[in-house]
C-alpha cells in the first residue's frame, strides 16, 4: 500500500519579551529572519520552527500570531506555542504550567485548550490589560494568552493551540519593573519542560497531517477515472475509511 503524503511540519512560538525569547533562541538553535518586518522573527535552518517576539499585550499578541501564519505559510496542522511568564497567588515562582482554561476579562472571551501534555500541571489563565497586584488563587495572570489563542485558533484546531506559563511573581506592585536578567533565568530553568511540551505538540502535528493527508491510490484513481467534486470527497472518505 502506498504511503501518505504529509508535509514538513514544525512549530509556531508566539513570545511577548526578548528576554523571554533569548534561552528558546539559543535552545533551539534559530537564526533571525532576514528583511524588514514589524516583529523580530527567528526560524531553524530548514524553516520547520518559528518565533516572533510580539510586545507586550492581548493585541500585539494577536497581531504578531496572525502576521507569523502568514509569513511562515502555517498549514492547519501546524502546531502553536505561546510561552512566557506569568503571575500566580501561591505556585511557587520558577514553576511552569499550561493553561487549561484561557478568559478574558476585559473582552469577556474564554477558551478552552484541551489538555493534550504528560506530564506538564495546568493551571487557569487570565489575560488582563495590566499587571495585577492581587491575584486571586488558582489562576494565572498574564497579559498575552488570550490575543495569542484567539489569534492561533483561526490557523490550528483548539488541540494544537496552547499557552506554557512560568511562574514570575505573585503579584506585581505599581510602578515594579521585572528584572531581564531574572525572567531569562527562569525560562533557563524551564527550557526541559517546554522542549517537552513543543515535542508533544509537534507528535500531534504529525498525527493531525497524517489524517488529513491525500489517502493512499487517491490521486493515482483520480487520473486514471474522472470524478464530479462529490465523488471525489466520496472517493477520498473511503479510501479514508479503506
Request: aromatic share 8%; proline share 5%; net charge neutral.
Amino acid at each position: 500500500m502506498g504511503e501518505m503524503s504529509t508535509p514538513a511540519l514544525g512549530l509556531r512560538l508566539v513570545v511577548a519579551l526578548p528576554c523571554e525569547a533569548d534561552p528558546i533562541i539559543r535552545h533551539m538553535v534559530l537564526k533571525p529572519l532576514a528583511g524588514e518586518h514589524p516583529f523580530r522573527i527567528y526560524h531553524d535552518t530548514d524553516r520547520l520552527h518559528w518565533l516572533i517576539i510580539s510586545g507586550v499585550g492581548r493585541h500585539a499578541a494577536g497581531i504578531a500570531t496572525a502576521y507569523l501564519a502568514g509569513l511562515s505559510q502555517a498549514n492547519k496542522a501546524v502546531g502553536w506555542l505561546n510561552v512566557g511568564v506569568a503571575g500566580h497567588a501561591t505556585i511557587s515562582l520558577g514553576e511552569a504550567r499550561a493553561a487549561h482554561k484561557i478568559t478574558d476579562t476585559t473582552l469577556a472571551t474564554a477558551y478552552y485548550p484541551p489538555a493534550i501534555f504528560d506530564g506538564i500541571k495546568t493551571e487557569a489563565l487570565v489575560t488582563m490589560t495590566e499587571p495585577e497586584s492581587l491575584i486571586a488563587a488558582r489562576m494565572l495572570v498574564d497579559m498575552e494568552g488570550s490575543g495569542f489563542y484567539a489569534a492561533a485558533s483561526n490557523f490550528a484546531p483548539p488541540e494544537l493551540v496552547h499557552c506554557l506559563k512560568i511562574v514570575s511573581d505573585h503579584g506585581v506592585q505599581a510602578g515594579q519593573r521585572f528584572s531581564k536578567t531574572a525572567v531569562a533565568l527562569l525560562l533557563e530553568k524551564q527550557l526541559p519542560t517546554i522542549e517537552a511540551a513543543a515535542e508533544q505538540l509537534l507528535d500531534l502535528s504529525h498525527t493531525f497531517a497524517t489524517r488529513w493527508a491525500a489517502p493512499a491510490y487517491l490521486n493515482t484513481i483520480l487520473a486514471e477515472y474522472h470524478f464530479d467534486t462529490k465523488q471525489k470527497g466520496q472517493l477520498r472518505q473511503l479510501l479514508q475509511r479503506w
